[in-house]
């Protein structure tokens, strides 16, 4: 997973900590790019991150 910040997320981030990355990712301010499949990311034991984040991938 690759997690670019916006100055404003960092700021965020420095000062709350980590429990605010979810709300900073529906916002926008921190966008994240996954790089392997849904599948794979669950089968690595990664479900309850990718849920707490709020993302959703497609089902094709």
Do not use: K, N, Q, Y
């Not at 670019?4 to 900590?17: F, I, M």
């Not at 990355?21 to 599948?39: K, N």
């Amino acid at each position: 997973m690759l997690l670019v910040v916006s100055g404003l997320a960092l700021d965020t981030l420095c000062a709350e900590g980590d429990t605010c990355i979810g709300a900073l990712v529906r916002r926008g301010e921190i966008r994240p790019f996954l790089l392997r499949d849904a599948a794979t990311l669950e089968a690595a034991g990664l479900a309850d991150l990718i849920e707490s984040l709020g993302l959703v991938f497609p089902r094709h």
